[in-house]
């Protein structure tokens, strides 16, 4: 089982900064990849930034060139800058990770959810 904890969201006027983080905790496992995710009112949950082990990131075009994705490998968390924010940039953020163990000699494939965290952008 893993334990997905996030922090630094918040309430903060357009054209502001916030950085979220995420730490994954737990035993015998090990992160395939690690990412954020949006949730607004009315919107479907959309992916905003996601962090391969092998350094590849990828955003959504509403983000790119305000936000940055990164991921601290020995602490197993993740981190999210978020530059220039919008109104529309407002919405519960959930951290995500895809997660390996191996049991017996077996390979197996979770995914875990943080449990949000709100981020409000005033005009």
């Known amino acids: 089982q893993v334990q997905l904890v996030e922090s630094g969201g918040g309430l903060v006027q357009a054209g502001g900064s916030l950085r979220l983080s995420c730490a994954a905790s737990?035993?015998?496992?090990?992160?395939?990849?690690m990412g954020w995710y949006r949730h607004a009112p009315g919107k479907q949950r959309e992916l905003v930034a996601g962090?391969?082990?092998?350094?590849?990131?990828n955003y959504v075009d509403s983000v790119k060139c305000r936000f940055t994705i990164s991921r601290d490998n020995a602490k197993n968390t993740v981190y999210l800058q978020m530059n220039s924010l919008k109104p529309e940039d407002a919405a519960v953020y959930y951290c995500?990770?895809?997660?390996?163990?191996?049991?017996?000699?077996?390979?197996?494939?979770?995914?875990?959810w943080g449990q949000g965290t709100q981020v409000t952008v005033s005009s």
């Open positions: 995500n990770a895809k997660v390996i163990t191996v049991v017996d000699g077996l390979t197996y494939e979770y995914e875990y």
């Open positions: 737990g035993s015998s496992f090990s992160i395939k990849a």
């Open positions: 962090a391969s082990n092998g350094g590849m990131t």
